[in-house]
């Protein structure tokens, strides 16, 4: 059980302590004045005639978080799509955002087994994992000899370790570097390195992480893990696993990552107590060892799939070939293991088996009320880290039923274009085979997840066949957004959101779903009892000061428009965007979102390195993605490669609307529509043609440098001739 301090400390989760250290990778912009901001940044324009009023809002809170961009695979599905189009500045372009996701995802690292890296800051648990939960609330071990470029350590107190207790064998200790960590010279062959006697939970320790710098050792040397255990105190070759190239990941200051899966030894059980590195080195060598820990295995089942959405997501809207030629391995690859590792043929759904992902709580009261932690159960899956999503994970499928048929259109691309040189996919992987699953994911766990008491979707099953539902209105609101919700799903999940629809196990009901009125609650059901076992005081936080507990998340009302949107019609969806729009100008009077909420009895924002129940600014990148409505919901625009799509959905008090600066592949345009017409204007000229697919065929070409057959027009700009006009055939107009 973790010591008081890091229960304290581990009320910092996601939505504060490891994002904050994120928060330097990102480039969100500063709360200035509005004037300002625009003056500097130029960002796109809404322009609806007659709501001025609301348009101002609206710029205000996307010029307040506009171009959020980082390493982290987390937010691949949310940042790429809201920041690859704007045309920012005098130069009219998205190029600098597009250049720093094509990096990201050409560089993004995929181990050999083909799982994709988190790549979040170093942390005290897997390195390609989340860095939360740590080895220490694990009750692991662990020794680090330098907190140099390792501020999660420093920030938690992670004591320094010294030489002091370790068995050196055949080993000369050159001292500790401040920078570097632990420096050792191997003065003869075969030489031994022992930590000193410690005591580590099996169970909650599947990982050991050496961060160290090996690049003297020779390729011929096969290092091996040994460990005893409480049971056995001496060490054997039973009790050891090799450490393998493929474990190991070089990150930076020269020093590698290397994760051993010591749980795949049987004998890796009860406490262990001490471990040992035979270095099998066949000559004196150089090694530099900066820590040695235990660690949760804390990777994300949904990292390969999030990298697939991004990169789909930057391919449409740039069509570089070059880069799909290079990275189209990496993101068949990336999908491939994700449908083996989790047994997706098998069961139709995601399931995973990692240690401590079964989707059970981490913790138990008895009858009395005194709790019964569980050490390593209940690790987080997704961007809800203190959620033991698991097991049968529905929010992880429904991501995978998105990017299954994203590659699976990016796949039927592919093979209609032979002039990108790209070859098709393997057998079982192609377009159709990708669909097909798509679609049996869809019929089968539409059905498996879905509740019929509440007729909701739960979180998911666990391995003893429980179902975990606290009313996550952000689940429910994705599975419409993705299409995985049917629609007789997306009515229910609407009229509960919406208060037409009373579910009496729940804490919120009708109208106080909306009671922090810029988003719903994240869940309506009060949880003291589904956490990982690190967050075992729940009921220390009253409900909605927690955002995982009956808090909410700014970023995620885009999802509630979409949702309103897809199954309301526009009409509804534009009703929700003035009421968050109506909150935003009262907040931003008195004072802006950390003065409002400074106030008691208004909710407590988190973020910054403070817990709360309100995630909106800081670290919550996603804020960005409120103002994409506009574009991907009422515009009704989606890239495609070569070009785009675009089926207006307005609302019946809009005129018209004008999305201005959208850099969509070489172009930037911008759009208005309106019941009956469709402007395209070149506001920078490129040097290709742009496809558009429009809503139907009941369109027809009014004026400009077009080539229409059917719904398909080719756009050809020049600098005299820079917009195409469309109208409806039933309006009457002329061609």
């Known amino acids: 059980m973790p010591s008081k301090i890091f229960q304290h400390k581990f009320r910092i989760t996601i939505f504060s302590l490891c994002c904050l250290f994120t928060a330097a990778l990102i480039l969100p912009v500063a709360s200035r004045a509005v004037a300002e901001e625009r003056k500097k940044y130029e960002l796109p324009e809404f322009i609806v005639p007659g709501h001025q009023e609301k348009m101002d809002s609206l710029q205000d809170l996307f010029s307040r978080h506009h171009s959020p961009h980082t390493n982290c695979t987390l937010w691949d ?51 390609e994992g989340w860095p939360f939960p740590t080895w220490q609330q694990a009750g692991g071990a662990g020794w680090h000899f330098t907190h140099d470029g390792d501020h999660y ?211 138990d009261r008895k009858a009395d009320g005194t709790k019964v932690i569980h050490l390593g159960q209940g690790v987080g899956n997704n961007y809800w880290d203190l959620l033991p999503f698991g097991h049968r994970d529905c929010l992880a499928t429904i991501y995978l039923f998105d990017a299954l048929n994203r590659l699976a259109g990016l796949e039927s691309q592919i093979e209609a274009h032979p002039e990108w040189k790209i070859g098709t996919a393997k057998q079982g992987f192609s377009s159709v085979d990708l669909k097909k699953l798509a679609s049996r994911i869809h019929i089968e766990s539409t059905q498996k997840f879905w509740n019929p008491t509440t007729r909701r979707f739960v979180a998911c099953i666990d391995s003893d066949g429980k179902a975990h539902d606290y009313g996550f209105t952000f689940l429910n609101l994705e599975a419409i957004y993705y299409g995985f919700a049917t629609a007789e799903q997306a009515r229910e999940i609407l009229d509960w ?119 909106i600014d800081h670290e919550f990148h996603e804020s960005v993605l409120v103002p994409q409505t506009m574009l991907y919901g009422f515009l009704g625009f989606k890239p495609i490669p070569g070009g785009f799509s675009i089926t207006p959905n307005l609302p019946t008090a809009w005129p018209c609307l004008t999305v201005t600066r959208i850099h969509v592949q070489d172009q930037v345009v911008a759009i208005t529509v309106s019941k009956d017409e469709i402007r395209i204007k070149a506001e920078r000229l490129g040097e290709n043609s742009l496809t558009v697919l429009l809503p139907d065929e009941k369109w027809k070409r009014l004026s400009g440098p077009v080539v229409l057959e059917k719904n398909r027009a080719v756009l050809r700009f020049g600098p005299v001739d820079r917009a195409a006009v469309f109208t409806r055939k039933s309006s009457g107009k002329t061609d």
């Not at 075992?536 to 009253?542: A, D, L, Q, T």
Request: proline share 5%.
């Open 77 to 127: 599905a949310w940042l790429p799509m809201s920041i690859l189009w704007p045309a920012i500045g005098d130069e009219y372009t998205a190029k600098r955002m597009r250049e720093f996701y094509r990096n990201v995802f050409l560089r993004r690292f995929i181990d050999a087994q083909g799982y994709v890296t988190m790549d979040q800051h170093i942390g005290l648990a897997h390195p």
């Open 497 to 615: 959101i919406d208060g037409k629809r009373i579910v009496n196990t729940d804490t919120s009901q009708a109208g106080d779903i909306y009671h922090w009125e810029f988003a719903p609650r994240a869940t309506t059901k009060r949880n003291i009892e589904w956490y990982v076992w690190a967050w075992h005081g729940p009921e220390s936080i009253p409900w909605g000061g927690q955002v995982q507990d009956g808090g909410a998340v700014l970023g995620f009302s885009y999802f509630d428009m979409m949702a309103r949107l897809k199954t309301n019609g526009p009409d509804d969806a534009w009703k929700r965007m003035q009421a968050i729009l109506t909150w935003y100008d009262k907040v931003q009077r008195q004072g802006g979102y950390r003065a409002y909420y400074a106030k008691p009895g208004r909710g407590t924002l988190q973020g910054g390195g403070t817990a709360g129940g309100l995630g």
């Open 153 to 363: 350590a420093k920030f938690l107190s992670t004591p320094l370790a010294t030489v002091q207790g370790w068995t050196l064998d055949g080993i000369q200790s050159q001292g500790l570097d401040k920078m570097q960590g632990l420096k050792l010279k191997l003065t003869r062959a075969n030489a031994v390195l022992t930590s000193p006697v410690c005591q580590a939970n099996s169970f909650a320790s599947p990982f050991v992480v050496l961060q160290w710098d090996h690049e003297r050792l020779p390729g011929d040397a096969k290092p091996v893990l040994q460990w005893t255990t409480a049971a056995a105190h001496e060490f054997s070759q039973e009790r050891e696993i090799c450490l393998k190239p493929e474990m190991t990941r070089k990150k930076k200051n020269g020093l590698s990552f290397t994760a051993i899966p010591v749980y795949q030894n049987p004998l890796w059980q009860g406490t262990i107590r001490q471990l040992r590195i035979k270095w099998n080195n066949r000559a004196p060598v150089d090694i530099t060892l900066r820590a040695m820990h235990t660690a949760v295995d804390t990777r994300h089942p949904i990292t390969n799939i999030l990298f697939v959405q991004g990169a789909t997501d930057y391919f449409n809207w740039t069509t570089d070939t070059e880069f799909l030629q290079k990275n189209i391995s990496r993101m068949r690859g990336a999908i491939e293991y994700a449908i083996n590792e989790f047994s997706v043929r098998e069961n139709g759904c995601v399931l995973v088996k990692w240690v401590g992902h079964n989707g059970k709580a981490g913790f």
